[in-house]
């Protein structure tokens, strides 16, 4: 499937940025909305630190409501242009996408963000084996 140290995998899986060998959040499933932003505040593993600065997740709004736009405009697409809905239906074809992909795409934005700023690190493989 997904080849670890690749960020695709760890933006689809919620790892560890750096190791990948761990979630970084309490609960891996984002059904459970009450624990869905819940995070560990270090990795076990590699011991990264996720909360790297006060507020460091609020740029992860920036990358969801990308992503949002994203749904919105593929569903449009897929509603409007093949199946050929109208306009209203297209428009509660967004909506329902948007509230059904909210859990998944808040969890995304997250991985997305700090995927840009921490890359995987092979090293932190060797060190916990030894």
Same mark, same amino acid.
């Given at each position: 499937?997904?080849?670890?140290?690749?960020?695709?995998?760890?933006?689809?899986?919620?790892?560890?940025?750096?190791?990948?060998?761990?979630?970084?959040?309490?609960?891996?499933?984002?059904?459970?909305?009450?624990?869905?932003?819940?995070?560990?505040?270090?990795?076990?593993?590699?011991?990264?630190?996720?909360?790297?600065?006060?507020?460091?997740? %609020?740029?992860?709004? %920036?990358?969801?409501?990308?992503?949002?736009?994203?749904?919105?405009?593929?569903?449009?697409?897929?509603? %409007?242009?093949?199946?050929?809905?109208?306009?209203?239906?297209?428009?509660?074809?967004?909506?329902?996408?948007?509230?059904?992909?909210?859990?998944?795409?808040?969890?995304?934005?997250?991985?997305?963000?700090?995927?840009?700023?921490?890359? %995987?690190?092979?090293?932190?493989?060797?060190?916990?084996?030894?």
């Amino acid at each position: 499937m997904l080849k670890k140290g690749s960020k695709l995998n760890s933006i689809l899986t919620g790892s560890c940025p750096k190791c990948q060998n761990e979630s970084m959040y309490v609960d891996k499933n984002p059904l459970h909305l009450t624990s869905i932003l819940k995070m560990n505040e270090v990795c076990s593993h590699c011991g990264l630190r996720y909360q790297i600065e006060p507020s460091f997740f %609020y740029g992860a709004m %920036y990358v969801s409501y990308g992503l949002n736009v994203a749904v919105g405009i593929a569903t449009f697409i897929i509603s %409007y242009v093949i199946f050929d809905s109208s306009v209203k239906t297209s428009f509660i074809a967004i909506i329902a996408a948007l509230i059904f992909l909210f859990p998944f795409v808040l969890r995304w934005s997250r991985n997305i963000y700090i995927n840009m700023f921490i890359s %995987y690190d092979p090293k932190t493989q060797k060190k916990k084996q030894q």
